[in-house]
């Protein structure tokens, strides 16, 4: 860091008590001069400011995901499906976990309707089984029901194709 990179480091974090992780990503980020005052909040892990940043380094909205209620995860797959114009509009929300938020952007990447699954009563397992069924054209209206367990999916998904 130059010097007065260093002065405007040492001004922000005196602000707050940050981690040694939290401090690095800071200073990262005024090195590729980033706007690091986005993340650099004792809210936000080290981790979650890695993703802020990542996400300001590529240009991308960040403000859909700079959100303490996000973990780092969550953050993960927001700003991957940003880097790839999906909607993350069907996951961007803070109810599901990030292996829900996996596998609604595994649907979307593979084109599929995932409005079907993208509810929060499906648990990331029940998710996955709806979704491969989608996949592989199968009658997934034959399982996709929030009272049967990812298992039970799985099992008529398999019976259906056959395997089973």
Same mark, same amino acid.
């Given at each position: 860091m130059n010097e +007065? /990179?260093?002065? =405007?480091? &040492? +001004? =922000?974090?005196? !602000?707050? &008590?940050? &981690?040694?992780? /939290?401090?690095? *990503?800071?200073? =990262? $980020? =005024? +090195?590729k001069e980033i706007d690091v005052t986005i993340y650099a909040n004792s809210e936000f892990s080290g981790y979650q400011m890695s993703q802020i940043r990542i996400g300001l380094e590529q240009g991308l909205d960040i403000s859909v995901y700079a959100n303490p209620e996000y973990d780092w995860e969550q953050m993960a797959h927001i700003r991957k499906g940003l880097e790839q114009n999906l909607d993350i509009s069907w996951y961007a929300k803070p109810e599901y976990t990030h292996e829900q938020m996996k596998q609604i952007k595994l649907g979307l990447e593979n084109k599929l309707n995932v409005e079907i699954y993208s509810k929060p009563e499906y648990d990331e397992n029940q998710m996955k089984q709806i979704r491969l069924g989608l996949q #592989? !054209?199968? &009658?997934?209206?034959?399982?996709? !029901?929030? *009272?049967?367990? $990812? +298992? /039970?999916?799985?099992?008529? #998904?398999? *019976?259906?194709? $056959?395997w089973a």
């Open positions: +007065e /990179q260093q002065l =405007i480091y &040492n +001004e =922000i974090i005196s !602000k707050y &008590n940050f &981690n040694e992780k /939290q401090k690095k *990503e800071i200073e =990262i $980020g =005024i +090195e #592989r !054209k199968l &009658n997934i209206s034959l399982y996709a !029901k929030p *009272e049967l367990t $990812g +298992e /039970q999916m799985e099992q008529t #998904r398999l *019976e259906l194709m $056959g």
